[in-house]
């Protein structure tokens, strides 16, 4: 397992303690349990195993990411006050959204990848 895989790992647990500690410390429907469960849920799905497609790899982990943005900008807009942050949350829904929108659409424009070891057998 690669050393980036590893960190991803350990990230992406760190993320889901976090969202489990902040659920436990009873912040349950607050701006940092969303914060919380936005991260984690990114982490996670970024976590997709290597297709051996570096397009589509990154697009798979690209789209999660993106998504967690979203989810980030919309806790910004239930929670913030400052009109600059909000109006950069707007901005990061609506451009995060679109860019989803391209990747899903390369990730369905594509053939199904082979795995690795397929390729050997040929």
Known sequence: MSRGRIAGLVIGALALGLALAVQAAGAVD???????????RMHHAMMAPSSGDPDR??????????QGAVDMAQAELAYGKDERL?????AIIVEQNQEIAVMRQA?????????????QRQ
């Open 30 to 40: 607050g701006f940092e349990a969303r914060m919380a469960e936005a991260m984690a």
């Open 57 to 66: 790899d990154f697009a798979a982990m690209m789209i999660p990411h993106h």
């Open 86 to 90: 909000r109006r950069l949350a707007q």
């Open 107 to 119: 990730l369905a424009d594509r053939p199904t990848a082979e795995k690795p070891h397929e390729r």
